[in-house]
């Protein structure tokens, strides 16, 4: 079983769409990176929360420390936001662990 | 604000020869860390290094090992290249030594071993 969990894998919208991304974690942490990945390779940080909400325009990413969960969600969804979508956990506070990723197309 | 560096972008090298990447982390950021990424296996965390020492080693063979310099600057080895070593390798600087703060990413190095 995998420490850092994401759902869905792959995720199609129509442009508009509001989008959820989950991720669940095992191992104890009190921090969870997001992070956004375009074709190409290039890595984004999106968010580093530890407890509550941020936002940062469009997207809103959440954390539930008791429950080992974390969301991110997309607004007003656009082409431009298709990418794929990862989760990670420090681990040991030394490391990050890494979600499978979810790939988003938003189509026009 | 210059971000992460990392050089060459692309590399296309032969089985049994060997590699060194390189990536200049953001002025003032002490942490780089290295990752692959591939398809079957997503990202993985490779090693970890703060002023000039390895802190973390992520289960990887004794061919992948890297060092960091005094000014941060780090790169990272792989010898006797497999097939399975194409990848694309990611740095990521902080300036912190700990995971709990936030990481900036460079652009990759993608690497294809024939």
């Known amino acids: 079983k995998n420490e850092v969990e994401q759902s869905p894998q792959n995720l199609t919208a129509q442009e508009g769409e509001f989008i959820t991304i989950n991720c669940s974690y095992s191992?104890?942490?009190?921090?969870l990176h997001w992070l956004q990945q375009h074709p190409g390779g290039g890595i984004v940080s999106l968010f580093m929360?530890?407890?509550g909400k941020k936002k940062h325009g469009r997207l809103i990413a959440t954390i539930n420390i008791q429950e080992k969960h974390s969301s991110l969600h997309i607004t007003a969804s656009h082409p431009r936001d298709s990418a794929v979508y990862i989760c990670?956990?420090?681990?040991?506070?030394?490391?990050?662990?890494f979600g499978t990723g979810t790939r988003l197309q938003v189509f026009p | 604000k210059a971000g992460v560096t990392q050089t060459p972008r692309y590399l296309i090298k032969t089985r049994g020869q060997q590699v060194t990447l390189s990536c200049s982390p953001i002025?003032?950021?002490?942490?780089v860390s290295w990752y692959q990424q591939t398809p079957g296996q997503g990202l993985q965390f490779l090693f970890e290094?703060?002023?000039?020492?390895?802190?973390n080693k992520g289960n990887f063979p004794g061919r992948f090992s890297g060092r960091q310099f005094s000014n941060s600057r780090s790169e990272m080895n792989v010898s006797t290249l497999e097939l399975g070593d194409s990848a694309l390798y990611l740095c990521?600087?902080?300036?912190?030594?700990?995971?709990?703060?936030?990481?900036?990413f460079g652009s990759g190095t993608r690497l294809t071993v024939v």
């Open positions: 990521a600087s902080s300036p912190l030594m700990t995971a709990n703060y936030g990481y900036t």
């Open positions: 191992v104890g942490i009190s921090a």
């Open positions: 929360l530890s407890s």
């Open positions: 990670a956990a420090p681990y040991n506070t030394d490391k990050l662990i």
């Open positions: 002025s003032g950021h002490r942490s």
């Open positions: 290094y703060f002023s000039e020492t390895q802190r």
